[in-house]
């Protein structure tokens, strides 16, 4: 699984132009208690989203090994 290809990854723009992924999976939201979790931060005013796969916390990746 890859988080561009995911639908709970979220792209946030702030002002500052240092851009964030969000993860906003219900599991993820709710193993953090939060509204959402960092996936990956941007070079200041791009949007390329930088990791290649998942991070090892990701629920998606917990459901396909089963």
């Not at 792209?11 to 979790?37: I, M, Q, T």
């Amino acid at each position: 699984m890859k988080c561009r290809n995911c639908k709970y990854c979220m792209f946030k723009e702030d002002k500052s132009g240092v851009n964030r992924y969000y993860c906003k999976h219900p599991l993820a939201c709710k193993d953090f208690n939060c509204g959402g979790v960092v996936i990956c931060r941007t070079v200041r005013h791009e949007t390329d989203l930088k990791i290649k796969t998942a991070p090892r916390w990701c629920p998606e990746n917990k459901n396909m090994k089963g």
